[in-house]
């Protein structure tokens, strides 16, 4: 019994020094792995991964090395590798293999979701007109890019008329445009749109039950009325010219739309509203609004946005004279309208939408930090480890 006990306790010593050996070299493949996924666009990383790990491990085979890969909800990617080593000498109390297991994550350097480069208008519909641009619509001249991922006939349509859109550039993947003018002297056609820059990236937001105290019909004929952060159901509308004012922080709309009639002034600092489902937020010409995103925290940059995979559903701007929306404007499941003179000044600009029809418009356009430039992919930042 004692020489069965001194055989494994030296065979542990010696199997356990091995495992440790390995361990270490499956987390040093596996780290470089992530980080090479972490360097390419998301829809990429996986793959990219996989064929990393897959060309150094031939020399560790004959312990059946298995990597799965997976991109969280925080936008990092992650591996997992478990191993088996086979045991020598503990073998004589009834151990045959050694597991080994290694785990690691990677993200880019910035925590930032906006990508350097990515357009400030993005469209992602890949049907007809993902992109249409009506008589009196015009955005003035701007650094910013507008990309539409349709290849569709056509992908998208300029009319007649109008101050046309002075972006620095209008990169369409599709060949086929209706093209009635020269006011958008930018467009290019059979041009590499960019990836979605917040796909992934974006906070999750737990949108359970409703704060029964908030939303409905505002008080009648009242000057100024005072939002708080929380889940709104059912809707929210008010009559009159009232002014309302958001308190900073999340508002989530669910189960109903948000409903402004004309002479209603909204305003608000350091608030993003989602949306947890179709409902929406309808100005009925001749709104005031001044939102603006939070500029650190969770939702720093992040005005409006929705979680992605809803069903698409229209979304009506009417004319408003006087329009500020600073931040990201996120909402890759609804086509949009604006109509009727839609003035918009914004400061910080980055909205993905699924298509665009443009209106009456006269937007002035600056660039949200880090987007605007000509090509965009989640990887141009540089990566790095997390866990």
Known sequence: ???????????????????????????????????????????????????YFKGGISSLAAYSPSATFAINSDGTISGDVTASLPASLLGVVGV???????HAAATAASSDPVSNGAPCILLLDTGQNALYVNSGAGIQKTSCEMHVHSAAYPAATFTDGGNGLKLARICIKGTQISYNNQLNPAVEKNCAAADDPFAGKLPAVSSLGCDQQLGGHLPDNKAVDKLTPGIYCNGLSANGSPRIELAPGLYVIKNGDWFFNSGTTLVGDDVTLYFADT????????????????????????????????????MLFNGNQNAVLNGIIYLPSRNAHFNSTFAMNNERTAIVLDDLSLDGTNWNLTPLSGTGGSSASSGSASPRLVQ
Do not use: C, H, W
Request: charged share 20%.
């Open 1 to 51: 019994m004692l020489v069965v006990f001194l055989a494994a306790a030296a065979g542990g010593s010696v199997d356990f020094g091995r495992a440790y050996v390995l361990r270490a070299d499956l987390q040093e493949r596996l780290d470089a792995a992530v980080l090479a996924g972490a360097k390419v666009a998301q829809s990429q990383q996986i793959s990219e991964a996989q064929t």
């Open 96 to 102: 045959n293999q050694v597991p080994v297991a290694v």
């Open 279 to 314: 409902s929406k937020i309808f100005f009925n010409g001749n709104v005031n609004i001044d939102l603006s995103a939070p500029a650190d925290g969770k939702y720093k940059d992040i005005l409006i946005f929705e979680q992605a995979g809803l069903q698409k559903t229209d």
